[in-house]
């Protein structure tokens, strides 16, 4: 028993904080209720060397007031596949004390056409944020010429 509590003496937990920071004041957010508001903000922050290159997927922070609080780089993939961690996208927003969600990902291709995944990654992480009491709000796919928005056509 003696040998046991020695070894338990002997570990170490890091600890963790979670803190969020923005430099931006909350009157300065810009307030996202529409997706073409959401498109913009998220258009003034890809990069436009990537955008027909490779997939990338973003989610885009909102609090109840609908203000941006951030946006996130979930991840970057091929040229026509791009995996996502949902892990990550409700850690982002826990740690940013978000209320709602907005995915965003682009097709280099340029269809704005969903695909069967998208469709399939959308529904499963509004299942996810309801457990969570975090909303997806909208799942928004972008390219240089426009955007589709599930929420617009009825998806969400």
């Given amino acids: 028993m003696e040998a046991n509590n020695t070894i338990i003496d002997n570990l170490i937990a890091a600890e963790i904080q979670l803190v969020y920071k923005s430099k931006v004041k909350p009157s ?6 529409s997706s073409r508001k959401a498109y913009s903000v998220l258009m003034a922050t890809w990069d436009e060397g990537r955008i027909e290159f490779i997939e990338q997927f973003k ?3 909102v609090n109840n007031a609908k203000k941006a609080l951030g946006i996130f780089e979930v991840s970057a993939g091929g ?3 791009v995996p996502v961690d949902q ?3 409700f850690t982002a927003a826990l740690k940013a004390n978000a209320t709602g969600v907005i995915l965003a990902h682009n097709h280099p291709s340029g269809t704005l056409k969903p695909s ?27 390219t240089t010429e426009g955007y589709y928005s599930f929420t617009d056509e ?3």
């Fill in 59 to 61: 989610i885009l922070l």
């Fill in 79 to 81: 040229t026509d596949f």
């Fill in 154 to 156: 009825g998806l969400i």
């Fill in 28 to 33: 300065e957010r810009p307030t996202v209720n």
């Fill in 87 to 89: 892990k990550l996208i």
């Fill in 116 to 142: 069967t995944a998208d469709t399939t990654l959308t529904n499963r992480l509004i299942k996810a944020g309801e457990l969570l009491g975090i909303r997806i709000l909208d799942h928004i796919i972008v």
